[in-house]
């Protein structure tokens, strides 16, 4: 199961399909930048361009890195299928949950919420050595495994429908809906607040996912009903190949069954980001953030002159 899930994450990436999709991590961390306060934010902004592009660099390390894949998710329902005894048993630390079910499970059923705390304890100890080079690539990870998250098809061992009938229903909601429908999303974050437990936040995010999956699952089999199958699918020309891919009416009707659900958990990971990156900064003791190199400044420079 760890190497299926592997090799079909590995397939979702190469179409772009992989987690919330390229764009929408993108999203995430371009915009929770707006959430951060003053003493961040202009910093932050600098670096604008940096964290959006390496904003997938989670994804690509899928690639070439053993056991990445299993960062990005965790298969609740192969602990127990009911929630309150999930709820019971988690938050649960790493070291706990391995002495109960052994290091191997843990690693194969997923490892997201532990995995999202490590990410923000290496941006806190970046934000403490005043390492440009590591808070930037701590923060972009930590935005990415954020986003991750938020994603109910993250948290469910069906998470691409295979055992429903509902396959491709992964690259559905988290690439090829946000992308349709983008342009109706409001997203802009508040101001970023402190989080006095990463680790009770963590988890209340992912049972706020997974209590979301039946309703994932369930309304795409029902807009399936009423659309039927040959209504569902279309073909889009990509330069000589003709891709296969979810019809817009079949999108559109599936996306309004859902009542604003993308949206809602999009708007989550960037707030939570926000949250997460401001809350790192202070438990790291609120240090200087590291000055803009004289190669930064000259480049900064450079751009003010051309662009007058």
């Known amino acids: 199961m760890r190497r299926l ?48 592009e390496h904003a997938v660099d989670a994804d690509r390390r899928k690639h070439t890195m053993e056991g990445e894949s299993e960062r990005h998710y965790i298969d609740l329902d192969r602990y127990h299928a009911d929630p309150d005894t999930l709820a019971a048993w988690f938050p649960m630390t790493w070291g706990a949950a391995c002495e109960r079910w052994g290091e191997e499970t843990v690693q194969s059923n997923g490892i997201a919420p532990w995995n999202a705390q490590w990410a923000y304890r290496r941006l806190q100890e970046a934000f403490v050595a005043q390492d440009a080079e590591r808070i930037l690539r701590a923060a972009a990870d930590l935005g990415h495994y954020v986003g991750d998250l938020h994603v109910p098809l993250h948290t469910t061992e069906n998470y691409d429908g295979q055992f429903t009938g509902q396959k491709g229903i992964h690259g559905l909601w988290e690439g090829q809906l946000p992308e349709q429908f983008r342009s109706t999303y409001l997203l802009a974050p508040r101001t970023a607040r402190y989080l006095p437990d990463v680790a009770s936040a963590v988890w209340d995010v992912v049972f706020a996912s997974h209590a979301a999956v039946d309703s994932v699952l369930r309304f795409e089999r029902e807009v399936t009903e009423r659309v039927g199958e040959a209504a569902k699918f279309g073909y889009v020309e990509r330069g000589r190949v003709l891709d296969r891919r ?38 790291a003791g609120a240090p200087e953030l590291p000055a803009p190199s004289e190669a930064e400044r000259w480049w900064k420079r450079l751009l003010n002159w051309t662009t007058g």
Request: charged share 15%; proline share 5%; net charge positive.
């Open 5 to 52: 899930r592997h090799n079909l994450y590995l397939a979702l990436a190469v179409v772009g399909l992989s987690s919330w999709g390229f764009p929408a991590h993108k999203w995430v961390n371009a915009t929770a930048i707006h959430g951060l306060p003053p003493e961040l934010h202009g910093w932050f902004k600098r670096h604008h361009a940096w964290l959006t």
């Open 246 to 283: 979810y019809a817009p009416a079949f999108c559109e009707a599936y996306h309004g069954a859902l009542e604003g659900m993308l949206e809602r958990r999009l708007r989550a990971s960037i707030q939570f980001t926000a949250d997460l990156w401001y809350s790192a900064w202070l438990e």
